[in-house]
């Protein structure tokens, strides 16, 4: 069974200090590797997707990377309006998983000016 | 905005009850997915749908059941609810049943009595 495990479970930040989540996972064949945002209350919104072991995408104060086991999401000098919870999800090359997603916990984010 | 319309947003009912949660996917996307979220479970894949035909399912419970529309709108059904069914439940869509990005409505959060 395809398994996500992030960590830490909160961070508290503050103001311009960097920091990184990391992702584990443990999946029959990955397929692909996605990040989420959500704020409370709302549905998740897409931040990006990795394939590849080695493969990285930026956006903004955000910077995503993965290896065979595991993804960060490394959070460049946060501002408070980055403060969420951040999921990582899986999905896998089993045919009969269709293109479901395993989510992790999530990382509750919380930057303080 | 996604472009997932999910109704109605709140939905407060007595155990025993049944109910059904209403989903509109993005125009053009032939996948539809939902989802059930927790305090203690995190977000747990259900079931999908791809134009018309359930493409994979999850941990769904007999009590539930699902349908996709030839207008591809979805419907959840949920009967003889228990309080732990109480959560936000959240409906995705994507163009394909491919790797590619799920977008995520708002939720209905449900509170059974």
């Known amino acids: ?113 | 905005d996604s472009g997932v319309t999910q109704t109605p947003k709140h939905l407060i009912t007595a155990t025993g009850q049944r109910v059904t949660l209403r989903c509109s996917p993005r125009s053009g996307d032939l996948s539809v997915y939902w989802y059930q979220q927790s305090l203690d479970q995190g977000l747990q894949f259900l079931i999908q749908y791809y134009n018309g035909e359930e493409r994979a399912k999850g941990n769904i419970l007999e009590r539930f059941s699902a349908q996709q529309f030839p207008d591809l709108h979805s419907e959840l059904n949920l009967s003889s609810l228990e309080l732990g069914d109480s959560a936000l439940y959240f409906c995705a869509s994507s163009v394909g049943q491919g790797r590619e990005k799920l977008f995520f409505g708002s939720g209905t959060q449900l509170s059974v009595l």
């Not at chain 1, 999946?27 to 897409?46: A, H, I, M, N, T």
């Not at chain 1, 089993?94 to 989510?103: Q, S, Y």
């Open chain 1, 1 to 113: 069974e395809d398994q996500v495990t992030q960590s830490p479970e909160a961070l508290r930040l503050q103001e311009g200090e960097s920091s990184s989540l990391n992702c584990s996972y443990t999946v029959s064949g990955l397929r692909g590797l996605f990040w989420y945002r959500q704020d409370p209350g709302k549905g998740p919104e897409f931040l990006f997707t990795l394939y590849s072991a080695g493969e990285e995408k930026e956006k903004e104060r955000l910077k995503a990377t993965l290896t065979k086991k595991e993804s960060f999401l490394h959070i460049t000098a946060p501002k408070p309006e980055d403060s969420a919870t951040y999921l990582c999800a899986v999905t896998t090359m089993i045919k009969a998983a269709g293109n479901k997603l395993t989510f992790g916990g999530g990382t509750r984010v919380l930057v303080k000016p």
